[in-house]
């Protein structure tokens, strides 16, 4: 092999990847999409945000509850708020959700699962391997 020929092998090769695969993240959590009505907030694509995060739907509404600091529940396919938020905060709450209970801290691969050991919850990834333990704020 020549060492001249080396970069062209890297350039010939990057080319044969896959575009999906070149990709940075193949994570992309769906914008809220929110109908407000009296003085509270109806998040009507909850569903298939909980599709996107892979979650319990019942970890999602308790964790996002206590972040947005309301009460809340299920209306038939959407979450009702108590008050009034803006699409805006609920996107970076939903984020923070991800980023805690979703996203792997050491290859960021949405490939987990959280597992219970004892009263302590970890994050474990498919993907690499790892098993972190989720420290809640």
């Known amino acids: 092999m020549d060492i001249n020929n080396y970069q062209e092998l890297l350039d010939k090769g990057y080319e044969n990847i896959p575009d999906n695969v070149k ?3 193949r994570f992309e959590i769906p914008k809220v999409q929110i109908r407000i009505e009296a003085k509270n907030t109806y998040i009507t694509n909850f569903n298939k ?5 892979n979650r319990d739907r019942k970890h999602f509404i308790v964790e ?8 809340g529940e299920m209306r038939g396919q959407h979450l009702f708020l108590k008050g009034v938020y803006k ?16 996203l792997c801290k050491i290859c960021n691969k949405p490939d987990t699962e959280i597992q219970r050991e004892g009263k302590k919850k970890f994050l474990k990834c498919t993907a690499c391997g790892a098993h972190e333990e989720i420290k809640e704020s």
């Open 87 to 102: 699409e805006q905060v609920l996107n970076r709450l939903i984020e923070l959700y991800s980023k805690t209970f979703v």
């Open 23 to 25: 990709k940075l993240s």
């Open 64 to 71: 996002f509850l206590k972040k947005v600091g309301t009460m």
């Open 49 to 53: 945000i909980i599709n996107t995060l």
